[in-house]
C-alpha cells in the first residue's frame, strides 16, 4: 500500500495515475472540494480516499504502508495566512517523518525551487545544515519548506530516527494536465495557452531587475511526466536518500515559452508585455535552474523533456482534447 498526500492535487494525480498503472494499491490524502478536483482521480479511482482531517486515525490503525509520497501542501507563493501555511507544510511533514521512522516507512516529501529565494546563493541542493542556512526564500510558501529541509538536515546530524528512505525533491516549475484547480497558480503554459486560445497574444511581465530584457526572464520549466518518472525511481531504488533538485538543469526563457505554446497551438507568435504586479515585485524569481548533478549521482539516468516538446504533448494531447484529464 503506498500513501499519497495531495493525491488528488497535480503531481500528485498524475503520480497515483502512474501507480495505478503498475496495478498498486494506494490511499490518497486530499480535499476534492466543489470545483471539479475530482476528476483529476476520475480514470483512476483510487483504492481509498481520505480527507486530511482523517489521517491521523488511519495513521493510528496501523496501516500496512509500504512508502509515503508526501505531496500534500499549501502551495501558493501569494499564501499570507502563516499558521496555517506552517501547519501544513512544516508540522504535518514533520509528524510524517517521524511516523514513518517509528514504523521503517519509506519517505519522500516535496520540497521547492521556492527554497532558493533569489537564487543568489545558487540552486544546488546541497543539505547540509551550513549550506541550508544561507538560503533566503522570497515568501511565506518557499520559506515553511525551507523549514522543513532545516529540520530534516538538523536531525540527521543528531542522529535522531530517520526513515529507512528518505528524499526531499525540489521541485523547478512543473507544467502538465490535471493542475486545472489551481487557479492563479497554474503553470505560465496553461495561462499563456488560455490567452491565445481567446484570441490574444501571450502576455508575459516586464522585467523589474535593471538590465535584464522585457521576456528575457528565465526558469526551469519541467514536464510533469519527468517528475513523476523521478518519483518512481525513488519507489524503484530504495536506496536513494537524499535533498534533489527535480528540474530540468537547462533555463529557458518565458519567451522561448510562449513562443513555444503559440507553435504548438497553431497560432501565429504573439506577445505583450504587461507590468508586474505590485503584490510580486520583490517575491518574483527571475531566474532557477536546477542542478541535477546530485540526482545524477544517485543514479538517475532519465531524459527530461524539452521545452518545445512538453508543451507539445500537454497542448495538443491535452489542453485541445474534449477531456484534458489525465
Excluded at 481509498?48 to 501558493?76: Q, Y
Excluded at 543539505?127 to 522570497?138: C, D, F, T, V, Y
Aim: a neutral charge.
Amino acid at each position: 500500500m503506498i500513501l499519497v498526500t495531495g493525491g488528488a492535487g497535480f503531481i500528485g494525480s498524475n503520480l497515483h495515475a502512474a501507480l495505478s498503472a503498475r496495478g498498486l494499491e494506494t490511499v490518497i490524502v486530499d480535499w476534492l472540494g466543489s470545483q471539479g478536483k475530482w476528476r483529476n482521480l476520475a480514470k483512476h479511482a483510487p483504492t481509498r480516499l481520505l480527507p486530511p482531517r482523517a489521517l491521523d486515525d488511519f495513521l493510528d490503525s496501523h496501516p500496512a504502508v509500504e512508502m509515503v509520497f508526501h505531496l500534500g501542501a499549501i502551495s501558493a507563493t501569494t499564501a499570507t495566512d502563516a499558521d496555517a501555511t506552517w501547519a501544513t507544510n512544516t508540522e504535518l511533514s514533520l509528524k510524517l517523518w517521524q511516523w514513518c521512522a517509528a514504523r521503517r516507512v519509506r519517505f519522500v516529501y516535496a520540497s521547492s525551487a521556492a527554497t532558493y529565494g533569489d537564487g543568489s546563493q545558487g540552486f544546488d541542493d546541497d543539505g547540509a545544515i551550513a549550506h541550508l542556512e544561507r538560503l533566503r526564500p522570497l515568501n511565506l510558501y518557499g520559506w515553511t519548506k525551507h523549514a522543513f529541509d532545516l529540520n530534516v538536515a538538523r536531525m540527521l546530524a543528531a542522529g535522531q530516527p530517520h526513515p529507512p528512505q528518505w528524499a526531499g525533491l525540489k521541485f523547478f516549475n512543473v507544467y502538465g494536465p490535471n493542475e486545472y484547480h489551481k487557479g492563479a497558480m497554474v503553470s505560465v503554459v496553461k495561462v499563456k495557452h488560455d490567452e491565445i486560445a481567446a484570441g490574444g497574444p501571450a502576455r508575459l511581465f516586464r522585467s523589474d531587475v535593471p538590465g535584464l530584457a522585457d521576456g528575457e526572464q528565465r526558469r526551469d520549466f519541467i514536464w510533469v511526466g519527468d517528475v513523476v518518472d523521478v518519483l518512481l525511481w525513488l519507489l524503484d531504488t530504495p536506496g536513494a536518500n537524499g535533498l534533489f533538485n527535480v528540474g530540468t538543469g537547462r533555463a529557458r526563457t518565458y519567451l522561448d515559452l510562449a513562443h513555444a505554446v503559440c507553435d504548438a497551438a497553431g497560432r501565429p507568435r504573439a506577445v505583450e508585455f504587461i507590468d508586474m504586479p505590485e503584490t510580486l515585485r520583490g517575491q518574483y524569481q527571475s531566474f532557477t535552474e536546477a542542478s541535477p548533478a546530485r540526482l545524477r549521482a544517485a543514479g538517475y539516468a532519465g531524459q527530461f523533456t524539452p521545452l518545445e516538446e512538453g508543451t507539445r504533448r500537454y497542448v495538443q494531447d491535452f489542453l485541445a482534447q474534449p477531456d484534458p484529464y489525465r
